[in-house]
């Protein structure tokens, strides 16, 4: 995509036109995201500079720059730490951080396929993390019971199913016989084979399933 173009088409966001960004990405490390910016922008560059103080000839620059070529196919705002461009586009990202990424400081976005697949929709949150749960755990059950449920349930029932289905487990409260929240550690080789029948048997207290992406050092 060349500099100042007018096709405000290649600039309107999609799924089907949102690419992973990777790890790092214009030598910047990137942060991945859980959902997409204002609905519509699915990647975001912070500049040095803040609400209060800020180089005012470049963020000038920048402004003018932006408006020049994307238009209204942006958004910006100051925080008290940064000052945020939201794109929808990769190839905005890469165009701006050629052009200003001396100044850049932050960039998210999504970082590879799986990801993408995540925040459209799938059987699992993504969480991206430095290590697992507990140094060994890849994914943790969310469970969740409203107090006025009315459909019998059994705390203890589901122990024993757990107990008798996972070799390797963690919960977070396992003494507590009326919790109403809780989270279970495990491996998703052996939820794999479990999930059938956890989800046939216990699936109305399921209320979510994340699973651990390591980001790489």
């Known amino acids: 995509m060349s500099l100042g173009s007018n096709n405000w088409e290649d600039m309107k966001f999609s ?5 992973p960004l ?3 990405f214009k030598g910047l490390n990137v942060r991945p995201i859980n959902k997409l910016f204002y609905d519509k922008f699915p990647y975001k560059i912070s500049f040095t500079g803040n609400r209060n103080f800020r180089d005012i000839d470049f963020h000038t620059h920048l402004t003018d720059w932006l408006y020049d070529n994307y238009g209204w196919q942006f958004s910006s705002q100051y925080s008290s730490k940064a000052r945020n461009v939201y ?8 165009e ?6 001396h100044e850049a400081v932050e960039l998210h976005g999504p970082l590879n396929e799986e990801h993408l697949d995540q925040l459209q929709g799938s059987r699992y949150t993504l969480e991206y993390r430095d290590k697992y ?20 349930f059994s705390i203890e029932d589901l122990k024993g199913f757990i107990a008798g289905s996972f070799e390797e487990y963690h919960w977070y409260d396992f003494g507590s016989r009326t919790w109403y929240n809780n989270y279970l550690y ?5 939820l794999d084979a479990v999930y059938p029948f956890l989800k046939i ?3 109305e207290v399921i209320d979510n399933i994340v699973k651990c992406k390591l980001l790489e050092k």
């Open 15 to 19: 799924w089907k036109t949102t690419e």
């Open 22 to 24: 990777g790890l790092n």
């Open 87 to 94: 794109l929808p586009r990769k190839w905005m990202v890469e």
């Open 96 to 101: 701006i951080l050629n052009l200003f990424g």
């Open 133 to 152: 749960w507990y140094n060994k755990f890849d994914t943790k059950i969310e469970f969740f019971r409203p107090y006025n449920a009315t459909s019998e």
């Open 186 to 190: 495990v491996n998703s080789e052996e």
């Open 201 to 203: 048997n216990y699936g």
